[in-house]
């Protein structure tokens, strides 16, 4: 979708956020400053899918493994922002050599009530954190060549209604592998969470109902190595 026209910004230095006008959205590569953010948008992602139990991420460990490698090499994430006025031309985001951000505008008939606005707070007092996806390439060995697999995407509540927020995410994935000559991207969906499911299978995704995730994890991982090693 083309931007349209940006308005020019009011006097103010803060633009209200309760206002019914264009939603500006830019998908941007994550740095380590959006470590605090990500973290957050983990444990509220956890707290979604019943899985709090398992939540055992920490804002070091996603420093020390998410910034490692190069993106696109190793694991990437990208960070969804949205603005209610033009997002600026001067952001150092927009010089990073590995990827440009992907600004898009939205129609937003209704306001955008964001409890959690202050805590989401990104470039300026306008921008604020939305959602954000994380994924790493993978090797389908039947296609022969490599792909993405998506680990995790998430939208804040308040913008989870805008489903084109979350396609918007999802498809700066599929861009890039496409950029990449990747084979395809790949990613799992709860089996209860039918309006996940419905989503994913309007963008074209079909659900491989035959196939299941096997997972060891954590403490099971031990055992399984010290009964290799005994």
């Not at 202050?118 to 994380?134: H, P, Q, S, Y």
């Amino acid at each position: 979708m083309a931007v349209t026209a940006p308005h020019p910004p009011p006097p103010a230095s803060t633009v209200p956020f309760h206002c019914s006008s264009p939603l500006f959205t830019r998908v941007r590569l994550a740095v380590t400053s959006d470590v605090p953010h990500i973290h957050k948008l983990i444990h509220q992602m956890a707290i979604y899918q019943r899985l709090t139990h398992l939540f055992s991420a920490t804002e070091s460990s996603l420093s020390l493994n998410l910034f490692s490698s190069p993106p696109f090499r190793s694991f990437t994430v990208f960070i969804l922002e949205v603005s209610p006025i033009p997002f600026s031309e001067n952001s150092p985001h927009n010089s990073n050599p590995n990827y440009t951000p992907v600004v898009r505008t939205l129609d937003s008939e209704l306001p955008v009530d964001d409890p959690e606005r202050e805590n989401f707070k990104a470039e300026d007092e306008n921008v604020v954190v939305a959602g954000f996806v994380l994924f790493f390439p993978n090797f389908p060995s039947l296609l022969g060549k490599p792909g993405f697999f998506v680990e995790a995407i998430a939208v804040r509540d308040c913008y989870r209604r805008k489903e084109d927020l979350g396609r918007i995410l999802l498809l700066a994935v599929v861009n890039q592998a496409v950029k990449m000559d990747y084979c395809q991207v790949e990613w799992a969906v709860l089996d209860w969470d039918v309006n996940a499911i419905k989503f994913y299978e309007e963008m074209g995704a079909p659900i491989l109902a035959e196939w299941r995730i096997c997972i060891i994890i954590c403490d099971a991982l031990r055992v399984h190595k010290n009964a290799y090693e005994s």
